[in-house]
């Protein structure tokens, strides 16, 4: 085993303390990452939220970019030294008819999660990229494009390929109509990537203070979805919406802005869906979920991101300022994604 140094939930309390803690030697298909930069995700929050309640630790972290410091016997298509990213899934069943797919992320015998899952070998718990170093599985490492800031391309890790699966499944292209509700994470993403794929994008957001913010993602219209009115004049003109937003709200006038046979995904679920079935049938429309992605829609998703200069908007901190960043990120106090500088 090899001791580890990173920063773990803290029994009891809301972020994370120093730990010392214990990853596998390196199996012959693992590589071991040098953790450089690690971005912060609101699933962090979440995660940190519910480990504060128990006994046992966890290091949370599950976008990153590091350097390859160490390859096992079998692997193949890494070399120490390489520049590498790793996302929110580690492992997978490798059989089921979605991993033959390469949608590990949907496996049926369950994803292994970059941090909060288990090991399927070894039975121990995943820890994530809060940390010095992780251990991997080659198939579930990428190659990050040279010409790319690691820093920036961390978030494309998560919040990236989550927008991405669906701007592909949909086949946005030239031509394609693509609305965005709301501009964090995921949002700011979703724009820069439906504009390079050719699309025209809408924003919809509640903050007219966003607006800006928006156009210069690359966004060709922006509406304030309280205004009723600017809403109704959006009838029929999306072909797909990107639902980013985090807090529960009535999809209704989302379903509504689709044109016929358009498709409302929705991405950032967190509880009950509501809307009016009507605004469904009129138009034949589909209300559709997504998360995460495959090993193959991640790799072109970094290669994509690599043609066209691509990568989120970052605030990069010191490793130690975690706590600050995750004080603000409960507050929506970012712009658009923290990442943390594990050498800083
Ligand atoms: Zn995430
Ligand atoms: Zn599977």
């Known amino acids: ?75 193949t298509r890494f070399a120490v030294g390489q520049r590498v990213a790793v996302g929110n899934i580690v492992d997978s069943c490798g059989t089921c008819a979605a991993c033959l797919a390469d949608q590990q992320n949907y ?98 957001t509640t903050s007219p203070a966003k607006a800006d913010a928006a156009y210069l993602l690359g966004a060709d219209d922006v509406v304030l979805s309280t205004d009723d009115a600017a809403m109704a004049a959006q009838s029929d003109t999306q072909d797909l919406i990107l639902d980013t937003a985090s807090t529960p709200h009535d999809m209704t006038p989302y379903l509504r802005a689709l044109s016929m046979d358009g498709t409302l995904c929705s991405l950032g679920i967190t509880g009950r869906l509501e809307f009016d079935p009507m605004a469904l049938l009129i138009g034949r429309k589909s209300l559709a ?26 605030e990069v901190l010191p490793m130690a300022a975690v706590d600050e960043a995750l004080d603000r990120l409960r507050r929506n106090d970012v712009c658009y994604r923290f990442v943390l500088d594990l050498n800083a």
């Open 289 to 314: 979920a997504a998360g995460s992605g495959g090993t193959r829609a991640t790799q072109e998703l970094l290669d994509f991101c690599g043609e066209h200069g691509i990568t989120a908007d970052v």
């Open 1 to 75: 085993m090899r001791s580890i140094d990173g920063y773990a939930s803290v029994h009891g309390g809301s972020g994370v303390a120093p730990w010392t803690f214990q990853r596998r030697d390196l199996r012959p298909d693992d590589i071991a990452v040098g953790i450089d930069y690690c971005g912060v995700c609101h699933s962090d929050l979440d995660a940190l939220a519910s480990a504060a309640q128990g006994p046992a630790r966890l290091v949370p972290g599950h976008e990153f970019t590091g350097t390859v410091t160490g390859v096992g016997t079998t692997v």
């Open 107 to 204: 496996c049926h015998a369950f994803p292994t999660l970059t941090y909060g899952g288990v090991d399927r070998h070894d039975g121990l718990p995943t820890q994530g990229g809060f940390s010095e170093e992780y251990v991997v599985r080659e198939d579930f490492a990428y190659t990050v494009p040279a010409q790319l800031d690691p820093a920036a391309v961390a978030p494309l890790m998560c919040a990236g390929v989550t927008v991405w699966e669906p701007l592909r499944r949909w086949q946005v292209g030239p031509g394609s109509t693509v609305g965005v509700v709301g501009i964090g994470g995921l949002g700011h993403l979703a724009v820069k990537l439906a504009t390079a794929l050719g699309a025209r994008v809408t924003v919809f």
